[in-house]
């Protein structure tokens, strides 16, 4: 087990702060406040991944900030789309230490076509999918704040999901 620094420790806190936000704005079902405090929510994980070195995923993490704000101004914008997936890319070229940064890329990757192209549930189950990709990431990482954050963000998602579901049912039977 890695040693407990001062570092790591503030590393953790830093993730805990990002799972507040996260679950708060996964659990809106208005995707503005969904893109606000995610925005806020990646400044602390590019923090947290900063504090444990993990190079890839910091950067990917920043890049999120500017792609939230980008998508909310521009939504399905492809060219925009393009540009913040050669972005993403090219953050993860000139930061790469090995396979452990492959699930930072693809959640990257994959958060970044999702919020771009689809909205609503669509957006959600891409960005769960990411979700997943982010937990790895964490572990890899070593960060137990992160991981439960990116869990928790994953659960939620798919709880959001039914629930947007049932409310399109119940104005589909009610009219």
């Known amino acids: 087990m890695e040693e407990i620094s001062p570092t790591w420790l503030l590393g953790q806190g830093v993730s805990l702060v990002a799972l507040a936000l996260c679950i708060v704005a996964f659990a ?23 504090l444990f070195e993990s190079w890839v995923a910091a950067g990917i993490s920043a890049l999120i900030v500017l792609r939230i704000a980008l998508v909310r101004r ?20 000139l930061t790469w230490s090995g396979p452990r940064d492959i699930p930072a890329l693809m959640a990257g990757l994959l958060g970044t076509w999702g919020m771009f192209m689809l909205r609503g549930i669509a957006m959600r189950a891409a960005l769960a999918v990411a979700a997943l990709c982010w ?3 964490n572990l890899l990482a070593g960060s137990i704040g992160g991981t ?25 039977i009610h009219g």
């Open 74 to 93: 521009f939504p399905r914008n492809v060219s925009l789309m393009l540009g913040m997936l050669v972005a993403t890319l090219a953050v993860a070229m």
């Open 28 to 50: 809106s079902k208005r995707d503005d406040k969904l893109f606000v405090l995610l925005l806020f929510a990646n400044v602390a994980f590019a923090a947290q991944f900063a």
């Open 135 to 137: 937990v790895a990431s």
């Open 148 to 172: 439960i954050a990116e869990s928790l963000i994953f659960v939620t998602n798919v709880i959001t999901i039914i629930r947007l579901r049932r409310d399109a049912h119940l104005r589909y």
